[in-house]
């Protein structure tokens, strides 16, 4: 009900305000002077849809993203480690619900979000259709994922829409502790046994370039950087944030004592940059097209999960027209 108001109200926001230069212009004006534009302010349509698609992508992908360090809760190779894990995922699950929240408050239903993911018309980050193999995954997820979620995240804490701004300073604050315990998990690896650390170099090894390629296409590919970055949505491109990335997350593999998958990489002593090598664009595109190595088993599992707790909602349900047919009869007394 809270969801059909809020799309009523988005309806009533767009119909009385014409879609003219002037009011576009007003609009830019704002976001140039840095000013933030909120739920009930006008906007341009393609403003509203494009942060719906980016918010609620970004929604499904903690959610989704889960699934893979789900996987390792019951295997965690200590009670300490288990906790730590068990909190982490939880985090993953409560900034997924920031998420939806902001995007609802665009005017798209919750339900309307989650039935595009499980109808597989929504997209998710392309990292998470990759497999977790051994607990170093965990560690590597932690320490590479989350850097890169980080590194992506910190910039769209000055986002021009204000809830999805607000929503991302407390998810940056846990994902940098989900960073350190990852970081943790590693350094206690390459300190240990040569099996163990084996293991830590491994999952470097198979998560290292999926991650280069969380930050979506190159700059020369990618669509919605330009009118995204007009809006203040985006303050760095995909390739920028991705050579941060790359900058600050070498330094700190090779503490590890670790090497990267690739030849290529090399530190520019003029550019003070680490090159690196040819990203495999092809392996992205096919993991977008849903070919990646996990994409079938991960919308199986959402699905599974969505219908396990079909009675959850309808209890909930059930609950809230309970106490609104309560609240409506002391009213009328
Ligand atoms: N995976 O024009 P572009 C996390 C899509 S972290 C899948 O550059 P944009 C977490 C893109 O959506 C991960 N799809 O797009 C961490 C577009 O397709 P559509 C989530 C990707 O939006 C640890 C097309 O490619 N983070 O959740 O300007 C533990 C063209 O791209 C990917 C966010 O979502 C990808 N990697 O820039 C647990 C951050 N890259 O929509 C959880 C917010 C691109 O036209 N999002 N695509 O069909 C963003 O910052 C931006 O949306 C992106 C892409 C930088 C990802």
């Known amino acids: ?30 976001i140039d002077a840095e000013e933030r534009i909120e739920p009930n302010d006008w906007m341009p349509a393609a403003y509203r849809k494009t942060l ?32 730590a894990l068990l909190a982490k995922v939880q985090d993953e699950c409560g900034h997924g619900l920031y998420l939806y929240a902001a995007a609802e408050t665009l005017g798209t239903s919750r339900e ?22 051994t607990w170093a995954d965990i560690g590597a ?54 099996e163990q650390k084996a293991m830590a170099q491994d999952a470097l090894n198979r998560w290292w370039w999926p991650c280069l390629m969380m930050f979506g296409p190159p700059d020369s590919q990618s669509q919605h950087s330009d009118q995204s970055t007009k809006w203040k949505i985006k303050r760095f491109s995909n390739d920028e944030l991705r050579q941060k990335f790359v900058d600050a997350t070498v330094p700190q593999g090779h503490y590890l004592g670790l090497t990267f998958p690739d030849p290529d990489l090399r530190f520019n002593e003029e550019t003070g940059h680490w090159e690196f090598g ?47 047919a309560r609240t409506e009869m002391k009213v009328a007394a």
Not at 2 to 24: C, H, I, K, M, S
Not at 67 to 81: D, H, V
Not at 291 to 315: I, M, Q, S, T, Y
């Open 112 to 133: 309307e979000m989650v039935d595009a993911l499980l109808e597989g018309r929504a997209k998710y980050s392309s990292i998470f259709n990759y497999p977790t193999l």
């Open 278 to 324: 040819e990203i495999d664009w092809d392996e992205f595109r096919q993991v977008l097209a849903g070919n990646g190595p996990c994409n079938r088993e991960r919308l199986a599992a959402r699905r599974k999960a969505h219908e396990d707790g079909a009675w959850v909602r309808d209890a909930a349900a059930a609950y809230a027209e309970k106490r609104r």
């Open 52 to 83: 719906t698609r980016q918010i609620s992508q970004h929604a499904h992908s903690e959610i989704v993203g889960m699934l893979p360090e789900g996987n390792w809760i019951t295997r965690a190779p200590s009670l300490r480690r288990k906790a």
């Open 141 to 194: 997820i932690g320490w590479l994922v989350d850097g890169a979620a980080i590194m992506n995240q910190i910039p769209l804490c000055r986002c021009s829409y204000g809830p999805y701004a607000r929503a991302m300073i407390r998810v940056c604050k846990e994902e940098s502790f989900h960073q350190r315990q990852g970081y943790e998990i590693m350094l206690t690896l390459c300190r240990g046994t040569p």
């Open 1 to 30: 009900m809270y969801t059909q108001a809020l799309n009523a109200g988005a309806a009533e926001r767009e119909t009385p305000f014409v879609e003219d230069a002037g009011a576009a212009a007003r609009f830019q004006a704002r």
